[in-house]
């Protein structure tokens, strides 16, 4: 629904390019895209730290945390899902034009909800991060027990036991960590994302 008495005040605002020079860096957005357990946010924490430790100044968004807070109220249906993704995606397009690289940890099971990510925050300043971990290792890792509850019927919509889950055709960068350690993860990451960071 069109507002009128919106009168957005980008103009008077500094620059992108004023904050990334400012940073010393180009704001990007490192999307991760996995199954529940794949260790999305495992890899994340610890790519965190590397780009710290290398003077870039980042944030970790994580569906958990946002689900508490920003998008508390919306469930798991297709439709909260596409919600919950919109709204995340607005807020890494803010941090990414800040010159901020944000580190979007969320399951975003269909390709749709993770191309209307890719549109929102811009391909440019998009990532694609595929934890293409097995279901079946993710499962034994169940550390919550919601795959055990899917199993029973006792969570619906659980993306991999009863809601679907469409892997990226194209990723940047695709990793499993049941055959990969999470040192060499974060270097495969690192190796795709630094030159776009810091060119």
């Not at 946002?66 to 807020?91: M, Q, T, W, Y």
């Not at 990532?127 to 279901?135: C, R």
Request: proline share 5%; hydrophobic share 35%; glycine share 8%.
């Amino acid at each position: 629904m069109e507002n009128n008495n919106i009168y957005p005040i980008f103009s008077k605002m500094q620059s992108r390019e004023d904050k990334e020079k400012l940073l010393g860096q180009h704001g990007l957005t490192l999307w991760f895209t996995g199954l529940s357990g794949s260790g999305k946010s495992t890899v994340a924490i610890a790519l965190e730290k590397a780009l710290s430790e290398k003077g870039i100044f980042c944030r970790i968004i994580d569906g958990d945390n946002v689900r508490c807070g920003l998008n508390a109220g919306l469930g798991f249906s297709p439709e909260d899902r596409k919600e919950n993704i919109r709204r995340v995606a607005e807020v890494c397009r803010l941090f990414t034009q800040t010159g901020i690289v944000t580190l979007a940890t969320f399951i975003s099971p269909v390709r749709g909800l993770r191309e209307k990510a890719r549109e929102i925050i811009g391909a440019d300043d998009f990532m694609e991060i595929y934890v293409s971990t097995p279901l079946e290792e993710c499962e034994t890792r169940d550390v919550k027990g919601l795959y055990a509850k899917a199993r029973r019927g006792e969570i619906k919509e659980f993306t991999g036991v009863s809601a679907p889950f469409e892997p990226p055709l194209a990723p940047d960068v695709d990793i499993d960590t049941s055959r990969l350690g999470v040192e060499e993860c974060v270097e495969r990451i690192l190796d795709a994302a630094l030159p776009r960071i810091k060119p």
